[in-house]
Each structure stands twice: as structure tokens, then as C-alpha cells.
């Protein structure tokens, strides 16, 4: 195989991180079952840490980041995926621990991969990335809880920034009365375009907050963490919930057991990288089934792949609405 282009983060003797582009060849690839010719990725906020290194996202130097992929099956040694086969990779310590999807060849595990499903092009299995395919687990939590469209408002936090973008477009298509809180009030009107019923200023959920304060939403799907993932537990109404999968206001949170033992409030932590095969497919059915295409495309932007790193850093800035489909090849 030629020699092909890739995103490399690497560190040196003392500490220091870079990232650039290089040209890698299938040596450079590690361990797995199935070789795949990428054809787009997209732009989490964990690949922008990864890029910046503002938190420990990398593991192990160099390292090819982008944890999302899709692409063609070139070879495979797995009893899943045959040469020609379209896939999908979210996760799995991809971009971490394992050589990631910006790069224009990748050798991934069979276990680790789906078939992109058939409702989707590559173009918009990406727009929905990890961020969408989190934003579907958010929802089917809620869901599990027993809080339906008729139960109350449901809040959504960074609902301007990926996960919230496809958050807001969900609910809204699923019949939910969605509140969305952002920092960025010139996107009100994109996010009512997305569905979005009200639109609140993020700073309503900053500071320091009551251990009970005014009942406002049945649930929530918070991206930030942080003091305001405490101040929206704080807010949540009687026996609703709230599905917590970011932390860019931070790891730590200082609140109480108040809302837990005296409203009988829920809070879901949701994980998207080990998730099993079966609920990656699953996930994937409801997002096929119940997300607009229409108000996908709303969202969503294409850059080429020379952009990547520029984006990677922009996004972690805040300075990304909704989501970006990297042309890979």
C-alpha cells in the first residue's frame, strides 16, 4: 500500500506536545483485524483537547487523533466485515490508546466497528458522530426513566456545541417542550430553528447555587458538568432526572444530597466509548429512525482535512456550532 497522510500528535524529550501532518505507512498502523480507507471523520471536543492538550486525553505519543470514522473495508481478517464493506468507528479508546480516524488509512478491531447503517451516508454518519450518537444515548436514559414528551420541559445544556445541537433537534422531533441554555445569545434563532421551544442564557446556571432551588425542568442533558451540572440538579423537578456526558465547565461538582433524597432525582452518567456492539446498534436504529435529516444538515459543516487541527483548536475555544464532517478522502 502507499504511503498515506495523517494527524500526528507527538511529544518531545521534555514534555512538550505538537501536532502536524505527516505521511505514515501501513507499517506505522497498530494491531487489529480490519484495515479501512477513511473517508471522513469529524470534530469532537475530545479531539480538540486532544490537539491542545489541555487535558490528558492522549495516552500514548505519537498519536493519530479523531475519534470517529467512517470508511471502506480494504482487508479484513474478521468474520464481521468483509473487503468493501462501509463502517463506522465511535470510540473505544480511538485517538486515546489506538491510532485514530484522521488519517487516510486506519487498522482498527472488527469488535470495535458497525455497519454504517443504510438510512446514512458517510457525510451524514459523521455529522452525527459521537457527539449525536451521546446525545441519542442522553435521550434513550430519559426515556428509560419514564419521562415522555407530556412529563415537562426538558433542559439542554451547550446546546449551541455538538452533543447539544443534536440533543435539541431529538427531543423537538420526539415532541419534548426543550429549553436550551448557551453562552452564545446570536444563536438563538439557530437553535429555535432546531426545534428549541426557549432559549436561556448560560449564565442562569452559573455560580454558586441552593441544595434545592425553584423546580424548573423534569430533566435535563447536560454537556458542561461542573457547578452547573449542581445547580440543574438543583432545579430539577420532582422524581425527573438528568443525564450527565461532558464536562467542559469542569470535573469537579460541590452540591448536596438534597436533590436526590428529597425529589428523588436521577442522575445518569453516560459513557460512549465501551459501550457493547448490540447498544451501538441499537442507538444507531433510533437515531436512523428519529433524527430530522433536515435539521441534521441545519447543523452541520464540511471542511477539508487540511482544516482539522484549526477546527480541533476552535472547538475546545468554543468558537464550533453544531457539527463538522472532515473530508478524509
Known amino acids: 500500500m502507499p504511503p498515506f497522510k495523517a494527524v500526528l500528535i507527538e511529544k518531545d524529550a521534555s514534555g512538550a506536545q505538537s501536532a502536524g501532518f505527516a505521511t505514515l505507512t501501513d507499517a506505522d498502523l497498530m494491531e487489529g483485524d ?3 480507507r477513511v473517508e471522513r471523520s469529524t470534530v469532537n471536543y475530545k479531539d480538540g483537547l486532544a490537539i491542545t492538550g489541555r487535558a490528558p486525553v492522549v495516552r500514548r505519543f505519537p498519536m493519530v487523533p479523531g475519534v470517529d470514522g467512517v470508511g471502506i473495508v480494504e482487508q479484513s481478517a474478521s468474520a464481521w466485515f468483509k473487503p468493501g464493506d462501509r463502517v463506522l468507528l465511535n470510540g473505544w479508546g480511538v485517538g486515546e490508546l489506538h491510532l485514530g480516524a484522521w488519517a487516510e488509512r486506519a487498522r482498527w478491531k472488527g469488535d470495535w466497528l458497525i455497519s454504517l447503517p443504510s438510512g446514512f451516508s458517510p457525510d451524514e454518519g459523521m455529522a452525527i458522530g459521537t457527539a449525536g450518537y451521546t446525545a441519542m444515548m442522553c435521550v ?23 452533543v447539544g445541537s443534536v440533543a435539541v433537534a431529538l427531543l423537538a422531533g420526539l415532541g419534548y417542550h426543550v ?51 449542581a445547580n440543574i440538579l438543583s432545579m430539577i423537578r420532582y422524581d425527573g432526572a438528568v443525564a450527565a456526558c461532558g464536562l467542559a465547565g469542569g470535573l469537579e461538582m460541590s452540591t ?3 436533590p436526590f433524597i428529597l425529589r428523588g432525582v436521577t442522575l445518569y452518567g453516560i459513557d460512549s466509548v465501551y459501550v457493547p456492539k448490540p447498544v451501538r446498534v441499537a442507538v444507531w436504529d433510533r ?24 477546527a480541533a483548536r476552535d472547538i475546545v475555544d468554543g468558537r464550533i456550532r453544531g457539527r463538522l464532517v472532515v473530508e478524509i478522502g
Open 34 to 36: 480490519v484495515t479501512v
Open 140 to 162: 434513550m436514559a430519559l426515556e428509560r426513566h419514564g419521562i415522555g414528551p407530556s412529563g415537562g420541559p426538558i433542559l439542554v445544556t451547550g446546546a449551541a456545541g455538538g
Open 179 to 229: 429549553v436550551a441554555s448557551t453562552g452564545r445569545p446570536e444563536e438563538a434563532d439557530y437553535l429555535k430553528g432546531l426545534g428549541a421551544a426557549e432559549v436561556i442564557a448560560r449564565a442562569e446556571l452559573e455560580g454558586s447555587g441552593k441544595p434545592l432551588a425553584r423546580e424548573r425542568w423534569i430533566g435535563a442533558i447536560d454537556v458542561v458538568g461542573g457547578q452547573t451540572l
Open 256 to 258: 448536596t444530597v438534597a
Open 287 to 310: 437515531l436512523d429512525r428519529d433524527l430530522d435529516r433536515a435539521r441534521l444538515a441545519a447543523m452541520t459543516r464540511r471542511i477539508a482535512f487540511d482544516d482539522v487541527i484549526d
